[in-house]
């Protein structure tokens, strides 16, 4: 395996700890990676009480439990249902404050010394939001290019659109557009349209003229939704057809809506590839140029980065 | 019961079968309702072959099923995954051929002479659209205001805005806002602002806050929902606030984001009384007036008046 040597070389455990996943990280003293692992074990699934042994379980193989080990923490292990609440910082943040602000729970009968990274949040009424993990990837994307000044896109099932000025978050906000997708794949009557294999030659094309349509006119999108199901009806649409047209709309609707916040600089879309590849494609529509940064890359720099501050 | 009398006064049967559920009512010779009968055995529940069964059996305690009754269906009953599919007319629609363009399933060991009435679509490729029942109910509008020509919207799971001009529907869109609040509330994220008792005195102020939003802003909807629950994490808001204002938000977007139907005329709102309100105060931020038109009275007014035409 080999593990066991490159784990002994850890000088501290990078983790990112979301709601559906917790994975882990051995960093060495030159910040390369010594060692992964990964679970299921997410917030979503744990409480309070299983945050310390799911986390000594996870590391058992890869590192001496007993000996004194620093464990940064970011995600959603730091909300008010997590591990231990580590409170918002108030937008406009400093993300180098991040460390500083964190909250250390303990980790009893071991030598982990963990600190949980707290998230970001907007107040102001009307305006609330909130963020938990994304500001160390917003921390981390400025480590990997740090004159960066601009608008800064997170895909997911919550995506997450911040600008960001050096390490400052001045704004963000939040789009459900992930979670709509699959909540009306799975729930309303559009499922009907949305049966079986997905994937297919016309997804492409029905994600290109859902795009079109969700940036045209985002304001209709209680209406345009129901295009789907009416274009399965009378004009026989294909189940990839309608997956695509689906999520155009919706991927659509949330570009076009916020339009107000492209600046023409460059977008950098952190997320997963598959995903930001549509994004990328729905800005194409605007004219907005992207780079993709894979969001793993940003969640380890961003830990790194609040680690040295 | 005194039913049994009545029901020997019925003429013909007029049934409304939805999605969800059946109703039947007998109408005399003076078009006077002699007894109304109802279930639970909507579409959704059934096998094609169900369908001549659960009629008979619901008004079986009605009349005599062995003497000849002519029964006019609306609804759901004419879908494809219905009892016998009644095509679409293409939107313009004259609403006076309705009884003329349906189909007759046969009820075998019956008296019984069925008609189901067909739905009304829009083919135009990018807004295609369909309804089934709301064009029953938009015929009975015209019977009940016969000089009215104007947007008519019909608050429900799948809203309908429609251009009436006498009997002809000119156009139509179909907007999800009812089952998007439902799929929201039982299956997203949103769901942990939206637990326990979501009737409460919080519950009116949060859907006017959330009806000027969605009004103001219908393009940012896949953001604004977010605000649900940052709201309940952030701000406290109650149970009742949030569902006030994801109703609000989703209504206020409908509204807002059609705005361009509403040409000054007062608008006939076609639904329940409660569902119908909430729709009224929204119009209403925008300075358009409403009147609420009972959904049941609008449908035995339109099969009433397809039976005569």
Not at 51 to 57: E, K, M
Not at 85 to 114: F, H, I, K, T
Not at 189 to 207: K, T
Request: charged letters at 15%; one cysteine or more.
């Amino acid at each position: 395996m080999g593990e066991w040597i490159l784990a002994g070389q850890a000088a501290w455990i990078a983790v990112d700890w979301g709601t559906s996943n917790l994975r882990a990280w051995g960093i060495d003293v030159k910040g390369e990676i010594a060692f992964a692992r990964s679970s299921d074990q997410g917030m979503g699934k744990l409480t309070r009480d299983a945050y310390p042994g799911v986390l000594t379980g996870l590391l058992s193989d890869a590192i001496d439990s007993a000996a004194p080990m620093d464990v940064l923490i970011c995600g959603m292990a730091g909300a008010r249902q997590g591990w231990l609440e580590a409170p918002y910082l108030d937008a406009p943040a400093d993300l180098r404050s991040l460390a500083a602000r964190g909250v250390s729970p303990v980790v009893p009968g071991s030598g982990l010394a963990a600190t949980i990274l707290p998230g970001v949040c907007v107040r102001t009424a009307g305006a609330e939001d909130v963020m938990r993990g994304e500001e160390t990837q917003l921390l981390g994307l400025h480590a990997l290019q740090p004159g960066f000044a601009g608008l800064v896109v997170m895909p997911g099932t919550h995506s997450k659109w911040a600008t960001l000025e050096g390490e400052r978050i001045t704004r963000f906000s939040t789009a459900m557009t992930g979670e709509l997708f699959e909540v009306l794949r799975t729930h309303s009557v559009l499922r009907h349209s949305l049966q079986g294999e997905l994937d297919g030659p016309d997804r492409a094309e029905g994600f290109g003229a859902g795009a079109a349509q969700g940036i045209d006119a985002p304001q209709r999108l209680t209406a345009t939704l129901f295009k789907v199901r009416a274009g399965s009806l009378l004009a026989g649409r294909s189940a990839p057809w309608c997956a695509g047209f689906l999520s155009g709309l919706l991927i659509g609707a949330e570009i076009g809506g916020q339009r107000d916040w492209l600046s023409g600089t460059e977008i950098p879309l952190v997320g997963s590839t598959g995903l930001c590849t549509l994004y990328a494609q729905a800005f194409a529509m605007l004219g907005a140029s992207t780079r993709i940064v894979d969001a793993t890359d940003a969640t380890l720099a961003g830990l790194k980065a609040a680690r040295a501050a």
